[in-house]
């Protein structure tokens, strides 16, 4: 083949992964050389926040992320989380930008960030700051505020990895009757509060910055609070992302 369409073939799969993580490329810049052919062509990529030009990508810091958030029609038929309240708002989005983590105020010892650039995560709730980031909508939040990575991009309970020391939590279902046939009165709106552990996260940072071992394990069954953790839907099941300490007891 051509050396100098190879070159070009190269540089515009360059074009088409930048355009797919929404970010500008003005002229262009790309080297292939083949048995002594040299073809050339120059990138540029332009940075925007919020109609500002910056001289190069930025640098989100501390425990700060920057997430490029999910369009409704890019969701997958895998299942994604949804939030009670907010079910028509995407919630989750892909880490464009990770701080460091930060240091603990006696110790000094770096904490570091839970996610890193390139996690597709779920986020607890919208409250971080939006930005127009490169011509799409981004926002800046912290790790606190991160549920949990989904591994590979796949947005499924099997791949769900929670952060820090939360839980997900298949919530069991209340019964409707004893063992022996008898109906129970069940309350509509009385929200289950115990269910089985799917997936752990790492621990909770000490001071020294080493990892704390959680008290419950996948396959556990624990009670939580009833006003505990974040409602989700996944697999077309019901699921609840709760954190570790919100747990009473388990079995």
Same mark, same amino acid.
């Given at each position: 083949?051509?050396?100098?369409?190879?070159?070009?073939?190269?540089?515009?799969?360059?074009?088409?992964?930048?355009?797919?993580?929404?970010?500008?490329?003005?002229?262009?810049?790309?080297?292939?050389?083949?048995?002594?052919?040299?073809?050339?062509?120059?990138?540029?990529?332009?940075?925007?926040?919020?109609?500002?030009?910056?001289?190069?990508?930025?640098?989100?810091?501390?425990?700060?992320?920057?997430?490029?958030?999910?369009?409704?029609?890019?969701?997958?038929?895998?299942?994604?989380?949804?939030?009670?309240?907010?079910?028509?708002?995407?919630?989750?989005?892909?880490?464009?930008?990770?701080?460091?983590?930060?240091?603990?105020?006696?110790? /000094?010892? $770096?904490? *570091?960030?839970? @996610? !890193?650039? %390139? &996690?597709? #995560? =779920?986020?607890?709730?919208?409250? +971080?700051?939006?930005?127009?980031?490169?011509?799409?909508?981004?926002?800046?939040?912290?790790?606190?505020?991160?549920?949990?990575?989904?591994?590979?991009?796949?947005?499924?309970?099997?791949?769900?990895?929670?952060?820090?020391?939360?839980?997900?939590?298949?919530?069991?279902?209340?019964?409707?009757?004893?063992?022996?046939?008898?109906?129970?009165?069940?309350?509509?709106?009385?929200?289950?509060?115990?269910?089985?552990?799917?997936?752990?996260?790492?621990?909770?940072?000490?001071?020294? /910055?080493? $990892?704390? *071992?959680?008290? @419950? !394990?996948? %396959? &556990?069954? #624990? =009670?939580?609070?009833?006003?505990? +953790?974040?409602?989700?839907?996944?697999?077309?099941?019901?699921?609840?992302?709760?954190?570790?300490?919100?747990?009473?007891?388990?079995?």
């Amino acid at each position: 083949a051509d050396p100098s369409r190879r070159a070009m073939a190269a540089f515009h799969v360059m074009i088409s992964a930048a355009s797919v993580l929404g970010y500008t490329m003005r002229g262009h810049h790309a080297v292939a050389s083949v048995r002594g052919t040299r073809a050339t062509s120059s990138v540029v990529m332009e940075y925007r926040l919020n109609n500002f030009q910056l001289p190069g990508p930025l640098e989100a810091l501390n425990t700060q992320i920057l997430v490029k958030l999910s369009k409704m029609d890019d969701r997958t038929k895998g299942g994604l989380f949804v939030a009670t309240e907010e079910s028509k708002k995407p919630r989750e989005g892909v880490v464009v930008a990770a701080g460091p983590g930060r240091l603990h105020p006696e110790t /000094g010892k $770096l904490l *570091p960030n839970p @996610v !890193k650039e %390139g &996690d597709y #995560v =779920l986020l607890a709730d919208f409250s +971080g700051e939006k930005v127009e980031y490169c011509g799409e909508q981004h926002m800046f939040v912290s790790s606190d505020d991160v549920l949990g990575v989904f591994e590979d991009g796949v947005t499924t309970a099997k791949n769900f990895r929670p952060v820090s020391d939360r839980l997900l939590v298949e919530i069991a279902q209340a019964a409707t009757e004893t063992a022996s046939g008898i109906a129970l009165a069940v309350q509509e709106d009385e929200k289950p509060t115990q269910g089985t552990v799917v997936a752990c996260g790492e621990g909770r940072l000490t001071s020294q /910055g080493e $990892l704390q *071992p959680l008290p @419950v !394990k996948k %396959g &556990d069954n #624990v =009670l939580y609070g009833k006003y505990s +953790g974040t409602d989700a839907e996944l697999d077309g099941k019901v699921y609840k992302v709760v954190f570790a300490a919100d747990c009473m007891a388990k079995w």
